[in-house]
């Protein structure tokens, strides 16, 4: 059913609204008696302003947004669906693959070497749709990153790949949007960074920026 668009209206003026007392509360009406006005008028106007006060709660699709610092307790299976949130990792949470990593920090507040795999702590049931990160992009090198879902020893699928970054010899965000990865229970999912041009020359890896919403 579609919400409906037009509020029953009644009594906003005020006039000749009487509140029912606490008994005919009680007991309503006896059979045959005839309503006063007054009660009439106190009665339709009171669903009137718990109908407005609930259409100010709910969308048209039905969907409730709380104000901001609202809290909203949920019970038995409910869930809660968020709009798209930002998750900042920091760059220290690189480590080296293979051993390659020198631990090495760089103006990006990463770390350094040929091949780096950042775990991403994720949480079952989120949606991630966008990942940036920022890498110091030397001169004549180019990087890309992956982000990967592993399941156990030699089972990692790739997901997806960023562009290579530009070789300049400048800082710079490599992206992966669009993303659609529902993160599913018995997996890690991880970012790798590697060198795909140059050779000899550590790679840096800074901060991790992840977007997500709720699995739908």
Not at 81 to 92: A, F, I, Q, S, V
Not at 176 to 184: F, G, W
């Amino acid at each position: 059913m579609a919400k409906p668009t037009d509020l029953p209206a009644w009594n906003t003026g005020g006039a000749n609204r009487s509140e029912p007392s606490s008994g005919l509360k009680a007991s309503g009406y006896a059979t045959n008696a005839v309503p006063t006005s007054g009660n009439w008028n106190w009665l339709f106007f009171t669903i009137y302003s718990w109908i407005l006060w609930l259409n100010g709660l709910f969308a048209s699709d039905g969907s409730y947004t709380p104000a901001d610092g609202a809290h909203v307790v949920l019970t038995g299976a409910s869930r809660v669906k968020h709009p798209t949130m930002t998750m900042t990792l920091g760059g220290n949470g690189w480590r080296g693959l293979a051993g390659n990593a020198d631990g090495g920090s760089s103006n990006t507040s990463g770390v350094q070497g040929i091949s780096l795999g950042y775990d991403l702590p994720m949480i079952v049931g989120k949606h991630i749709t966008e990942i940036r990160v920022s890498i110091l992009d030397l001169s004549g090198t180019t990087q890309t990153v992956t982000l990967n879902k592993v399941g156990g020893v030699g089972t990692a699928t790739q997901l997806a790949a960023s562009s290579a970054s530009a070789g300049t010899g400048v800082a710079q965000t490599l992206s992966m949007s669009a993303l659609d990865v529902d993160i599913e229970a018995g997996f890690c999912y991880t970012l790798k960074c590697n060198r795909t041009t140059g050779s000899g020359t550590d790679i840096y890896a800074g901060k991790v920026e992840v977007d997500f919403d709720e699995n739908p």
